[in-house]
């Protein structure tokens, strides 16, 4: 906390949050900022739907703190509203718990039943802030999901005390919308008309955009890298909103991710088959890439260049590019291993090189934490070679892990990775530019050269990977920069 301020009360509001449910990097994000910005003196609580598919060792320690009945559709329907929670290492999460909308899904379901679904959770947060008698200064939303708080904030909340918070909200990928008929949204919502025109929620003659209407009534706007702030408002990466986004630049700023250091820890994981740290990793890692090759049915060779693939599949993460290098990617030196699930046409396509290449391509086609912390152990390298990646976190936990990024020099991967440099010996790893095949194998081929033509140099590269802050500390200072710029009020006297 800064000398001469007081504490801010902060409510993350979600889809998803690690241990609880992740489906990608907000669930990391929403774990991991929050811890980084206790110790700075946030008081942080943050709220989710309790869903079904939440592990009952979490569902097993919540505890029961009321219910209540809300309205929320446009003919006044009435809706449970319960509320558990569980703290966990100082930080209070409160689920909102309604079997109707919260009981399908792995979170999610489709469109259809997830716009309902959080549209209600939006309302309800709201709700149970006022219930709990917990008002918070900065209420801090992320993604689609959550952006219509800032709307209910200002409209049906407005002259309650919850009506007396500042709103963020964050993008964490602008691909997600949530998107229907306005009819659809008017009904679910309850929202007054006239939010429903163009300069708010409305996105074409007869369908609405939630973010949209979100991200014009926030008091500010973030993303998760400075090259994603500027990419969004151009009509490449601004997934059609990019004329709302350069309209509403002057609250628009991007602060990149981080990790969570102690969870990504390569000297106490224990989920590896050796731990090793910056002075051990030359020496150690090995250990880790032999364990992986057993596992995954590799052929068991110290002397493989090990490329590792951790990702959602689907066309964001530049699968595409990696498909059509990947017979020449392989040689008798090197091994593929992808981690992933999501489109059926990249799982495939990954399980076919699989069969061509037994024992030195793995496609295992899956969401599985652990093997995860494995290959980024076990990996010599990583490939990110993203259409559009506003952060990206894979990158990050590979250099903590000193497994060398070959990535696009796109978003936050642009802003985390320095391209080495041969002149000078600097840099974390390979990048190439334009969204292009035959870049991306340049740099794979780079990469390899390097490996296998100057070790040391390559040595120095890993260590300098793992010496590279990528915590949330310095970001977490950041968020609490924009926190205090909102509420100046706070400070104290
Ligand atoms: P995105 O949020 O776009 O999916 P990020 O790079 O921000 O991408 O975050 C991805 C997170 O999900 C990382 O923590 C990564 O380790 C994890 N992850 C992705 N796919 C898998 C998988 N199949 N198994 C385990 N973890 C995965
Ligand atoms: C999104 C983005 C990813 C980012 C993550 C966390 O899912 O695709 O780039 O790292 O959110 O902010």
């Known amino acids: 906390m800064s000398d001469n301020t007081q504490a801010r009360k902060i409510a993350f509001i979600g889809s998803e949050c690690y241990p609880f449910v992740k489906t990608g990097g907000l669930g990391d994000v929403m774990y991991a900022l929050p811890r980084a910005l206790t110790p700075l003196g946030c008081e942080v609580r943050v709220f989710l739907p309790n869903y079904a598919c939440i592990p009952p060792k979490y569902k097993d320690q919540m505890l029961y703190r009321g219910n209540f009945m809300m309205d929320l559709c446009s003919d006044g329907r009435q809706f449970y509203v319960g509320i558990m929670e569980l703290v966990m290492d100082g930080v209070i999460y409160d689920f909102i718990d309604n079997r109707e909308f919260f009981d399908w899904g792995n979170p999610y379901t489709g469109l259809w039943e997830d716009i309902p679904k959080y549209c209600y959770f939006s309302k ?44 963020i ?64 408002q151009t009509s490449f990466y601004g997934e059609g909103l990019n004329g709302h986004l350069y309209y509403h630049r002057p609250k628009l700023k991007g602060i990149v991710n981080g990790i969570d250091v102690q969870l990504w820890n390569s000297a106490t994981d224990k989920l590896l088959a050796a731990d090793y740290d910056y002075d051990s990793v030359l020496e150690k890692k090995i250990e880790n890439k032999r364990a992986l090759q057993e596992q995954l049915g590799l052929e068991q060779d110290d002397g493989q260049f090990v490329i590792g693939l951790i990702s959602r599949l689907t066309d964001q993460k530049g699968l595409d590019l990696v498909n059509a290098v990947f017979p020449e990617m392989l040689d008798e030196h090197t091994q593929v291993v992808i981690l992933g699930t999501g489109d059926p046409r990249y799982e495939g396509a990954f399980r076919y090189y699989e069969g061509e290449n037994k024992g030195r391509v793995c496609a295992y086609i899956s969401y599985n934490e652990s093997l995860a912390h494995l290959i980024y152990a076990g990996a010599d390298a990583l490939l990110v070679p993203s259409l559009f990646e506003p952060c990206g976190l894979t990158q990050l936990i590979a250099m903590r892990y000193g497994t060398v990024p070959i990535v696009r020099e796109t978003g936050g991967l642009k802003d985390t990775v320095q391209p080495y440099n041969e002149e000078t010996n600097e840099g974390n790893g390979f990048t190439f530019d334009w969204y292009q095949a035959d870049l991306l194998l340049d740099a794979i081929r780079r990469a390899k050269a390097l490996y296998f033509e100057d070790r040391s140099r390559w040595n120095d590269m890993v260590q300098r990977d793992m010496a590279k802050d990528v915590s949330w500390e310095n970001s977490a200072r950041k968020y609490l920069a924009l926190y205090e710029e909102l509420t100046p009020e706070e400070a104290a006297e």
């Open 124 to 167: 309800a947060v709201l709700a149970v802030m006022n219930y709990m008698e917990w008002i918070p200064d900065v209420i801090h939303c992320h993604d689609w999901q959550a952006s219509l708080v800032p709307l209910y904030l200002r409209t049906r909340f407005d002259g309650t005390p919850v009506g007396s918070a500042k709103s």
């Open 169 to 232: 909200v964050t993008i964490h990928n602008l691909r997600f919308q949530g998107i229907c008929g306005i009819e659809h949204l008017k009904y679910w919502t309850g929202l007054p008309d006239y939010l429903f025109d163009y300069p708010v929620l409305k996105q074409n003659e007869n369908e609405a955009n939630m973010f949209k209407g979100g991200l014009a009534y926030a008091d500010k706007i973030t993303t998760v890298s400075e090259t994603y702030a500027e990419e969004i």
